[in-house]
């Protein structure tokens, strides 16, 4: 019973059921993530790319953040980068569906935790 409830402690912590989706258009082209948005879902439309940028390094310490390319069956892509450069995190580029990313804030820089990007 005692682990069960670190369990749902660590869940409203991190925000892990929060869910954001985002779909590219003719009017949307980027999306800034604010620190909370755990787990963001792309979706892109025929020739309309997006661009996400991650929250402010700072702003987001100690969270875990996560952008799945849900849906492509286009020719546009999804770049992620990091907010005004503050943490010299190199853009990352997802091109096909099922990629994603997942980085960790320790204050100062973008840590990857995993990546698939083809």
């Not at 682990?3 to 869940?11: A, G, L, V």
């Not at 996400?52 to 492509?72: E, H, N, Q």
């Not at 096909?96 to 980085?103: E, M, N, S």
Request: overall charge negative; glycine content about 6%; aromatic content about 10%.
């Amino acid at each position: 019973m005692q682990s069960k409830q670190r369990r749902n402690d660590f869940d409203e912590i991190v925000g892990r059921n929060q869910r954001v989706y985002v779909a590219s258009s003719a009017t949307v082209s980027t999306k800034v993530m604010e620190p909370g948005e755990f787990n963001l879902f792309v979706t892109t439309t025929i020739n309309n790319a997006i661009t996400v940028t991650l929250p402010s390094v700072d702003a987001a310490v100690g969270g875990i953040y996560t952008i799945w390319f849900v849906l492509d069956g286009t020719t546009a892509d999804c770049t992620i980068e990091d907010k005004d450069g503050d943490a010299g995190y190199a853009d990352v580029v997802l091109t096909a569906t099922a990629d994603y990313l997942c980085v960790y804030s320790d204050g100062s820089h973008w840590i990857p935790l995993a990546e698939v990007s083809t």
